[in-house]
C-alpha cells in the first residue's frame, strides 16, 4: 500500500518546483516583450517546418496521461492496490476542478486573444469566441494536473524528471502552435499544481477548517458569559 504521507510530500516538493518556474516565467513575461517575443516564435523557420510534430505532442502526450489514470483505476479493482483506484478518482476531481471549471471560466471572462488570432493579445471578455480563450492554458493545466499527481508516487527522480518534462513539452506545444503566450500555460500550470495540493490535501484542510470554526465558538461563548 502507498505511503500517504509520503505522497503528500512528495507532491508538496515537485508542486513546489513547479510554482517556482511558473513565478520566473510569469516574471520574465511582465517585465519582458512577451508579445515580441510568442510573435517571433511562431514565426521561426524551425518551428514552422516542425509543426506537424508539435500538434501531436500537444494531442497525444495528454493520452498517455490519461491512460496511465484508466490503468490505475482498472487495477485498483483488487482489493490490495484499492488505493490506486482513490488515487485516480482524485486525480478525475481535481481535473473537474481545475481543467473544467476555473480553467473554462477564467477563459471565457478574461477573453485573451490568441497568438495567432486576428487580435493577439487582445482581452476581450467576457466573449465566448474561442479564439479569445488563450488565458490560461487548457492543455497545460490538464497535463500538468496528471503530471504532479504522477510525481508524487514516483520514488525516482528520473522518472519525476521525465513526467515533469513530457508535461512542460505540451507547454511548449501550445506556444509553438500559436494558441497561447507563455504566461498562459504557466498560470495553467500553477493551477494544476495548487489543485493537486488542494485535492491530496482535502482532508487536512476540511480538519483545520473544523478546528478553527470549533476554536471561534469556544472564544464567542466564552465572551458571552
Known amino acids: 500500500m502507498a505511503n500517504a ?5 512528495n507532491a508538496l516538493q515537485n508542486v513546489g518546483a513547479v510554482m517556482i518556474v511558473c513565478l520566473v516565467v510569469i516574471s520574465l513575461c511582465v517585465f519582458g516583450d512577451e508579445i515580441r517575443w510568442g510573435q517571433k516564435l511562431i514565426a521561426d523557420p524551425a518551428i514552422v517546418t516542425s509543426l506537424v510534430v ?7 502526450i495528454p493520452i498517455g496521461f490519461y491512460f496511465v489514470f ?10 490490495k492496490n484499492s488505493w490506486l483506484r482513490k488515487f485516480a478518482f482524485r486525480y478525475v476531481l481535481a481535473q473537474l476542478i481545475c481543467s473544467v471549471f476555473i480553467v473554462r471560466v477564467a477563459k471565457i471572462i478574461f477573453g485573451r486573444g490568441r497568438v495567432n488570432s486576428e487580435s493577439p ?3 476581450e471578455g467576457p466573449t465566448l469566441d474561442s479564439s479569445f480563450h488563450s488565458f490560461p492554458s487548457g492543455h ?31 507547454a ?12 498562459d500555460v504557466a498560470v495553467g500550470a500553477a493551477l494544476a499544481s495548487l489543485t493537486t495540493v488542494a485535492v491530496l490535501f482535502f482532508r487536512e484542510v476540511r480538519e483545520a477548517i473544523s478546528t478553527a470554526m470549533a476554536q471561534r465558538e469556544r472564544i464567542v461563548t466564552i465572551f458571552s458569559k
Not at 54 to 60: C, N, P, Q
Not at 70 to 79: A, L, R
Open 172 to 183: 511548449w506545444s501550445r506556444m509553438a502552435l500559436g494558441a497561447h503566450w507563455a504566461t
Open 5 to 9: 504521507v509520503a505522497i503528500k510530500r
Open 140 to 170: 497545460s493545466a490538464d497535463v500538468f494536473v496528471g503530471a504532479c499527481f504522477l510525481v508524487s508516487i514516483l520514488r525516482h527522480t528520473a522518472l519525476r524528471l521525465i513526467v515533469l518534462g513530457l508535461a512542460a513539452l505540451v
Open 121 to 123: 493579445n487582445g482581452w
Open 54 to 60: 508539435w500538434r501531436y505532442v500537444s494531442d497525444w
Open 70 to 79: 484508466i490503468c490505475f483505476m482498472i487495477f485498483g479493482g483488487n482489493s
